[in-house]
């Protein structure tokens, strides 16, 4: 699987065909997932602030969003090398109960009812992702303990 931000234009239009957005934010950052049948799958960051940014998220049709696609995305959002982010918001259309609950099962919690906030004009359930509300194992090994395993 590949990881990119090339062809913004490309990445943006694929992500609001497949999440029915009218329009993205001028700062609006898409990052897409590629393996050798094509676009699984673009995120968009918008409306970016130090603290905390709207998330996009849509598989293409006939793909699926795994477990290691959702974790660069969330460390692309959070890590301090990147975007060092506190608050992911997830603005999902009230008729897309599938995206309410995978954003549950990802740790979000229910904030607000945005009335008429849709691309269609119907109510979006928005739902956020706080960094301290992930889970952060210990990292035990250093960088010189790496080395010493090679050849085990």
């Known amino acids: 699987m590949i990881v990119t931000t090339e ?7 694929a992500a609001a065909r497949e999440t029915a ?7 609006a950052q898409a990052v897409g997932f590629v393996d050798d049948r094509g676009l699984i799958g673009v995120a968009v960051y918008q409306n970016i602030t130090e603290a905390h ?3 996009h998220i849509a598989a293409m049709p006939g793909r699926r969003l795994n477990g290691e696609i959702f974790r660069i995305l969330l460390k692309l959002a959070f890590h301090s090398d ?4 506190d608050v992911l918001w997830f603005p999902i259309p009230e008729s897309n109960v599938k995206a309410q609950v995978a954003a549950l099962k990802m740790g979000c919690q229910f904030e607000a009812r945005r009335r008429g906030y849709s691309a269609d004009g119907t109510d979006a359930i ?3 992702l706080r960094c301290e509300n992930l889970y952060h194992p210990q990292v035990v090994a250093t960088p010189a303990d790496e080395g010493a395993l ?3």
């Open 82 to 85: 990147h975007m060092g982010l």
């Open 21 to 27: 957005s009218t329009g993205w934010a001028k700062d």
């Open 150 to 152: 090679q050849g085990v």
């Open 53 to 55: 940014a709207d998330f």
């Open 7 to 13: 062809n913004q234009d490309m990445l943006l239009e």
């Open 126 to 128: 928005l739902m956020s």
